[in-house]
């Protein structure tokens, strides 16, 4: 098959799996596995082409985030904001340099320990959707920072191919009080500096 069409397919991937809790990254892995493709050029590509995810967060909160930019100097709550994102980036962001090499060479050629993550997590999800405790925060914008700190925890669950990043931060969230569409904005904000950072 040619190296376009392999893109193409991956790409379709992509896009219909970035943005709900299912792990992108584990389906791209186990599509490229399924269309025989080999390791490292394609598990990079499949990396890189989240960038176009990142755009599409940045242009969905666009006017929240200039409001945040432009408030930066004379705003406390749009400070609190930015540090509570980078206080939830920093766990993911050190785990990742940390374990970079057992990640990319052993974790991410494994099929196997993917489909079992895919299956966990969305047992995981189901559960927690229906026995959450009763939420204390509301405001995605406003959550306290360690709050913060725990849900950048759950996210290095994500370092585990097939576990999504988003679906672990929003279960995170939510096991500490966050109302659930605050747990998933405040998930969509993170993203922001986690995808930069990977690609």
Known sequence: ???????????????????????????????????????????TFIVLIQLGAILGVVALYFRKLWNVAVSLPVSERSRHFVLSVFVAFLPGALAGALLHDVIKEVLFESPRLICWSLIIGGVVLLVIDRRAPAPRETDAMALSLRT???????????????????GGTIVGAMLMGVEKRAAAEFSFFLAMPTMAGAF
């Open 1 to 43: 098959m040619p190296d376009w069409i392999s893109a193409i397919i991956l790409g379709v991937v992509e896009g219909l799996t970035e943005f709900i809790p299912v792990s992108s990254t584990g389906h791209l892995l186990l599509t490229k596995t399924l269309l025989g493709l080999p390791p490292g050029f394609w598990d």
């Open 148 to 166: 913060s700190l725990l849900v950048g925890l759950f996210q290095t669950l994500a370092l585990i191919p097939g576990v999504s990043r988003s």
